[in-house]
């Protein structure tokens, strides 16, 4: 059983920036959730998506966008990067969306300049 | 969802017994208590989820009391690995997630020392 795989690990850029980040869901897991980990912080969560459609959002702003592809890996997209985004970025997958157990990958850690 | 408070960081020693206590005094009837690790650079790992009572696997025990306004992780025997930050969540399914997503706290820093 393949797990939760996120790239790329470790990203640079600037204030201004877009950036996207990609997960691959753990085989057999039908749902994405995506969470922003501020250094000494708890995750927050951005957003789920459950079978390519959008199924819950946290509080963030527009410019923080995703996608689900139908082999169910997931995209996060940041446009207008600011300094405050530089974090690490957590994808999690679980079975359903409904409750089931969330398994996180590795991150990937933004730091924006 | 259930707001919690735990000790923001422990101290303990290789082989000895850890319990960490998290308090959600406004935890709802249809709440469960889950528990995350986490070790540095790494995202959060699934430990365990209890509904009441006493919960165990082959990591660690969870203990709920009747009015379940709080619960105790217990690490058996920790080692040097067990250094990591543990969450405890509380919400209204069984993992406390669903289309809400988890909600974290900041956690408690357990420090194992030799």
């Known amino acids: 059983e393949t797990g939760v795989t996120q790239s790329p690990t470790h990203l640079i850029k600037t204030r201004g920036q877009q950036v996207t980040l990609r997960c691959s869901s753990q085989?057999?897991?039908?749902?994405v959730s995506w969470y922003q980990q501020a250094l000494g912080q708890g995750p927050q969560f951005i957003f789920q998506y459950y079978r390519e459609e959008e199924n819950g959002r946290g509080n963030f702003p527009p410019r923080f966008s995703g996608l689900q592809f139908p082999n169910y890996s997931s995209e996060l997209n940041v446009n207008a990067l600011e300094l405050d985004d530089s974090a690490l970025y957590l994808c999690?997958?679980?079975?359903?969306?409904?409750?089931?157990?969330?398994?996180f990958g590795p991150g990937t850690r933004l730091l924006v300049l | 969802l259930a707001k919690t408070t735990q000790p923001i960081s422990m101290d303990s020693y290789e082989g000895q017994e850890v319990n960490i206590t998290c308090s959600h005094n406004?935890?709802?009837?249809?709440?469960?208590i889950t528990w995350y690790q986490q070790f540095p650079s790494q995202g959060p790992r699934f430990i365990i989820q209890?509904?009441?009572t006493k919960v165990t696997n082959e990591v660690a025990s969870l203990f709920i009391p009747a009015d379940r306004k709080s619960s105790t992780l217990s690490l058996p025997r920790v080692s040097l690995s067990d250094t990591a930050v543990y969450y405890c969540l509380v919400g209204d399914s069984d993992s406390g997630g669903g289309a809400d997503g988890l909600t974290f706290g900041k956690g408690t820093h357990l420090i194992i020392q030799p």
């Open positions: 999690a997958s679980s079975l359903t969306g409904l409750g089931e157990t969330q398994y």
């Open positions: 085989s057999g897991h039908n749902t």
């Open positions: 209890g509904y009441k």
């Open positions: 406004n935890i709802a009837t249809n709440d469960y």
